[in-house]
């Protein structure tokens, strides 16, 4: 059974620190690209961040450039974003996404991040 499960979404002041961590389960997680997704209130899902299935290349949202970091580690099945610097515009559900060249797409079922004062 294929599962992403995302944690670590709270309420956090602006300027604030989260690191989001998405366990995989049911997959072979290390042939997959691995993305985080946010989804604002009355707004389309969005791609924040991507690494490739070795962890060698990223890209980055140029909204989040030199704020958030996404890193994996296929040993443990799991993918990090650490999210820095966090402002109001920053809220969202973030989700997981696991894509192997489109023939396989997964999604975690999301997490609440709250940047607020």
């Known amino acids: 059974q294929v599962q992403l499960v995302e944690s670590g979404g709270v309420l956090v002041q602006p300027g604030g620190s989260l690191r989001l961590s998405c366990a995989a389960s049911?997959?072979?997680?290390?042939?997959?690209?691995m993305s985080w997704y946010l989804q604002a209130p009355g707004k389309e899902r969005e791609v924040v961040a991507s690494i490739s299935s070795s962890g060698g290349s990223t890209e980055y949202a140029e909204a989040v450039k030199d704020r958030f970091t996404i890193s994996r580690d296929n040993a443990k099945n799991t993918v990090w974003l650490q999210m820095n610097s966090l402002k109001p515009e920053d809220t969202a559900v973030y989700y997981c996404n696991a894509d192997l060249r489109k023939v396989n797409n997964y999604w975690g079922q999301g997490t609440q991040v709250t940047v607020s004062s």
């Open positions: 049911g997959f072979r997680l290390r042939l997959y690209v």
